[in-house]
């Protein structure tokens, strides 16, 4: 593995070629190091023959340093021999170099080839791919990202799925009684946890109570379940104080996936019935392995591969084909359901609580005049609702802002801090927000440390974030505004969480789908008219997904990716 202290050396003088003149005390700045450790340093690089290293002779005199090889061939011969050893770790930092392109031209090839599906003896398939940012959990019932909500479904199974309709997974049948206050799940025999244990209506209970503990027994969706009672191995029933004629309709939800509770639940190794497992999780690599007792069809792909790297520009040069030839790869323009939105902090007691301060701030947040929108303007949560709002001017937000008698006081903005889109709206928005007199100071949070946590909640009054479901339409919405994981369910007082909850009891009873419909607008209207949700745009991305996966806007459904590999006759 590469010594990164070493090229970190050479990457930051390398405009001195191989004759360095320096001192001691720069050196152990730059290295963040004792002088005496640096001097060790030098000595041990000086035995591996990297350098030659003459000190100063007394007090102020620098130090010279003759490097045995020109940069450009230690970054080549490190590139090969990783390449060689498959080290993507020295692979994907050499990439990250600030260094000419033609260094490492020639490795294009071998670079291209190393990623998406590689054959391997046994005919074991292994399908390679890059993250610019770590899992930050796979927690069924915490999960609050598309990408860690469609890899749960690759490690587990719901009783139910969505696909275009309600369909069969762990249970083959279910069924409700006349007033939808009983439902009653049959299950499929023989179905394998990945321990080796058989699954049985046990599991199926043990599972909705640890949800229920999870979420609250105030939860929207289970705030009636009376009792979970097991009837027999393969059959489960709930019972419930008051109709729930749309029960079956809410355990296709990621949450409900069923996992073995009589095991130590951890967030990343949970054990669960899907077509892959985790085998590894590291901060660079991130491994799953298909389930060969897998109760249904088996993936074609034995094994998929996640290479960590925090440099989009790597990434899609990497994927681009017209960057580095990569046809395994197709770039997609690719429209994301739901929306990007900025919400109110209403919990923080700052000047987020004066009303007019919202209401200007819903006049500077006007994606219509941002030349850099990746997608259309947003007025609500679905594009299909969402129309162009012409009534927004800086005029009108000076006018509120005025009525508000602002003097000037932060209004603390949170965005993404891997985003690039994010970072450069926020910026725009801070700019706007300043032809108006409103001081907007930005800050940045990540998904893997602050999420989780009581960060923006604490410290944001404005929280920029993309809400993007797996399945579009009224019960996702309702999902985006009452899990208390996501942002709706965090940010608002108790007082409005209270009318809220009112109304998603007015969803839950409606089993007409227009009706539902009326609800949902209803609730969106009634964030928006309080300038509580910012709705921004609807998101057009290029992407670039793997042929080997069917359905590119599903790009992390590697159990059903069955496009057939090409024969060469």
């Given at each position: 593995?590469?010594d990164?202290?070493y090229?970190?050396?050479?990457?930051t003088?390398?405009?001195?070629?191989?004759?360095?003149?320096?001192?001691?005390?720069?050196?152990?700045?730059?290295?963040?190091?004792?002088?005496?450790?640096?001097?060790?340093?030098?000595?041990?690089?000086?035995?591996?023959?990297l350098?030659?290293y003459?000190p100063?002779?007394?007090?102020?005199h620098?130090?010279?340093?003759?490097?045995?090889?020109?940069?450009?061939?230690?970054?080549?011969?490190?590139?090969?021999?990783?390449?060689?050893?498959?080290?993507?770790?020295?692979?994907?930092?050499?990439?990250?170099?600030?260094?000419?392109?033609?260094?490492?031209?020639?490795f294009?090839?071998n670079?291209?080839?190393?990623?998406?599906?590689?054959?391997?003896?046994?005919?074991?398939?292994?399908?390679?791919?890059?993250?610019?940012?770590?899992?930050?959990?796979?927690?069924?019932?915490?999960?609050?990202?598309r990408r860690?909500?469609?890899?749960?479904?690759?490690?587990?199974?719901?009783?139910?799925?969505?696909?275009?309709?309600?369909?069969?997974?762990l249970?083959?049948?279910?069924?409700?009684?006349?007033?939808?206050t009983v439902?009653?799940?049959?299950?499929?025999?023989?179905?394998?946890f990945?321990?080796?244990?058989?699954?049985?209506?046990?599991?199926?209970?043990?599972?909705?109570?640890?949800?229920r503990?999870e979420?609250?027994?105030?939860?929207?969706?289970?705030?009636?379940?009376?009792?979970?009672?097991?009837?027999?191995?393969?059959?489960?029933?709930?019972?419930?104080?008051?109709p729930?004629?749309?029960?079956?309709?809410?355990?296709?939800?990621?949450k409900?996936?069923?996992?073995?509770?009589?095991?130590?639940?951890d967030?990343?190794?949970?054990?669960g019935t899907?077509?892959?497992?985790?085998?590894?999780?590291?901060?660079?690599?991130?491994?799953?392995a298909?389930?060969?007792?897998?109760?249904?069809?088996?993936?074609?792909?034995?094994?998929?591969?996640?290479?960590?790297?925090?440099?989009?520009?790597?990434?899609?040069g990497?994927?681009?084909?017209?960057?580095y030839?990569?046809?395994?790869?197709?770039k997609?323009?690719?429209?994301?359901?739901g929306?990007?939105?900025i919400?109110?902090?209403?919990?923080?007691?700052?000047i987020?609580?004066?009303?007019?301060?919202?209401?200007?701030?819903?006049?500077?947040?006007?994606?219509?005049?941002?030349?850099?929108?990746?997608?259309?303007?947003?007025?609500?949560?679905?594009?299909?609702?969402?129309?162009?709002?012409?009534?927004?001017?800086?005029?009108?937000?000076?006018?509120k802002?005025?009525?508000?008698?602002?003097?000037?006081?932060?209004?603390?903005?949170?965005?993404?801090?891997?985003?690039?889109?994010?970072?450069?709206?926020?910026?725009?928005?801070?700019?706007?927000?300043?032809?108006?007199?409103?001081?907007?100071?930005?800050?940045?949070?990540?998904?893997?440390?602050?999420?989780?946590?009581?960060?923006?909640?604490?410290?944001?009054?404005?929280?920029?974030?993309?809400?993007?479901?797996?399945?579009?339409?009224?019960?996702?919405?309702?999902?985006?505004?009452?899990?208390?994981?996501?942002?709706?369910?965090?940010?608002l007082?108790?007082s409005?969480?209270?009318?809220?909850?009112?109304?998603?009891?007015?969803?839950?009873?409606?089993?007409?789908?227009?009706?539902?419909?009326?609800?949902?607008?209803?609730i969106?209207?009634?964030?928006?008219?309080?300038?509580?949700l910012f709705?921004?745009?609807?998101?057009?991305?290029?992407?670039?997904?793997?042929?080997?996966?069917?359905?590119?806007?599903?790009?992390?459904?590697?159990?059903?990716?069955?496009k057939?590999?090409?024969?060469?006759?």
């Open positions: 593995m590469i990164q202290t090229f970190d050396l050479r990457m003088y390398q405009q001195f070629g191989q004759k360095l003149t320096i001192s001691i005390s720069e050196l152990a700045k730059f290295w963040s190091i004792s002088t005496k450790q640096v001097k060790r340093r030098l000595r041990a690089y000086e035995e591996q023959k350098l030659h003459y100063g002779q007394g007090r102020g620098l130090t010279q340093i003759i490097f045995q090889s020109s940069f450009r061939d230690e970054v080549i011969m490190e590139m090969k021999q990783a390449i060689v050893t498959e080290d993507t770790i020295t692979i994907f930092y050499l990439l990250k170099l600030s260094v000419p392109a033609s260094w490492l031209a020639s294009r090839g670079l291209t080839n190393f990623l998406g599906i590689q054959t391997y003896s046994e005919n074991k398939r292994v399908l390679r791919q890059l993250a610019t940012r770590p899992i930050t959990t796979l927690d069924p019932v915490q999960v609050a990202i860690e909500y469609q890899l749960v479904l690759q490690l587990g199974d719901t009783l139910v799925q969505f696909d275009e309709g309600l369909k069969a997974r249970a083959h049948h279910w069924q409700s009684n006349n007033d939808a439902w009653t799940f049959y299950l499929r025999k023989g179905v394998r990945h321990n080796g244990k058989t699954m049985t209506a046990v599991d199926v209970k043990r599972t909705f109570e640890r949800v503990n979420v609250g027994e105030s939860y929207w969706q289970l705030v009636n379940l009376v009792d979970i009672i097991l009837l027999a191995d393969d059959i489960v029933q709930f019972k419930f104080s008051a729930e004629p749309l029960f079956v309709r809410y355990v296709v939800d990621a409900y996936v069923i996992v073995d509770c009589d095991v130590e639940f967030e990343i190794h949970w054990v899907g077509a892959f497992q985790v085998t590894e999780s590291t901060d660079t690599t991130f491994k799953l298909a389930f060969d007792d897998y109760y249904g069809l088996r993936p074609m792909i034995d094994e998929v591969v996640y290479y960590l790297v925090d440099d989009w520009k790597v990434v899609s990497l994927l681009n084909p017209a960057d030839g990569n046809h395994d790869y197709v997609k323009k690719h429209t994301f359901p929306a990007e939105f919400i109110s902090n209403l919990k923080r007691p700052t987020i609580q004066q009303p007019f301060v919202r209401s200007a701030l819903y006049h500077v947040i006007d994606t219509r005049v941002y030349d850099g929108i990746g997608g259309i303007p947003a007025s609500h949560y679905d594009s299909r609702d969402s129309a162009v709002r012409r009534d927004k001017t800086l005029a009108q937000a000076q006018k802002l005025n009525q508000a008698n602002y003097q000037g006081e932060p209004v603390v903005l949170a965005t993404l801090s891997h985003s690039k889109e994010a970072e450069e709206l926020s910026k725009w928005i801070q700019r706007r927000a300043k032809k108006i007199g409103l001081n907007m100071e930005i800050i940045y949070y990540n998904f893997a440390t602050d999420y989780y946590t009581e960060f923006l909640e604490k410290n944001a009054d404005l929280v920029m974030l993309a809400d993007i479901p797996m399945n579009l339409d009224e019960f996702a919405y309702i999902e985006f505004v009452s899990s208390p994981t996501l942002l709706v369910q965090r940010m007082t108790p409005l969480l209270e009318q809220l909850q009112y109304l998603i009891f007015l969803f839950k009873q409606t089993e007409n789908e227009k009706d539902r419909h009326l609800i949902y607008l209803k969106d209207n009634w964030l928006i008219k309080q300038n509580i709705y921004t745009t609807h998101a057009v991305r290029e992407i670039y997904v793997h042929q080997f996966l069917v359905n590119e806007g599903y790009q992390y459904d590697y159990k059903n990716a069955w057939m590999p090409e024969i060469n006759n």
